[in-house]
């Protein structure tokens, strides 16, 4: 079983960053980030691989928010900027121990976080 702890949400208003955390309790091939809207699914935001680094990006958030990891502390970052207000929901960050490809979907990753809220003011 592998525990993550995400942190670093909360209120910002329009334009602004926000930086949030994922502490993971063991390491596999990749971690990613997910968002989630009342009544919608959740919604791949960006992965990275352990190993090499390499990050991939929804398109919605692409230039704006960055993925980065920590191997050290095996923990996982994600910078926001440029902040609008259809960036509001919980993100979730989630562990993938399947070695492949890049993964987009949800269902596809291991373990997840509880999730942590990050509200975009008008």
């Known amino acids: 079983q592998v525990h993550l702890v995400e942190s670093g949400g909360g209120l910002v208003q329009a334009g602004g960053s926000l930086s949030l955390s994922c502490a993971a309790s063991?390491?596999?091939?990749?971690m990613g980030w997910f968002r989630q809207t009342p009544g919608k699914v959740r919604e791949f935001v960006a992965t990275i691989t352990w190993n090499s680094g390499s990050t991939y990006y929804a398109d919605s958030v692409q230039g704006r928010f960055t993925i980065s990891r920590d191997n050290a502390r095996n923990t996982v970052y994600l910078q926001m900027n440029s902040l609008k207000p259809e960036d509001t929901a919980v993100y979730y960050c989630?562990?993938?121990?399947?070695?492949?490809?890049?993964?987009?979907?949800?269902?596809?990753?291991?373990?997840w976080g509880l999730g942590t809220q990050v509200t975009v003011s008008s």
């Open positions: 063991g390491r596999g091939y990749a």
């Open positions: 989630a562990a993938d121990f399947t070695p492949g490809g890049v993964v987009y979907s949800a269902h596809e990753y291991d373990y």
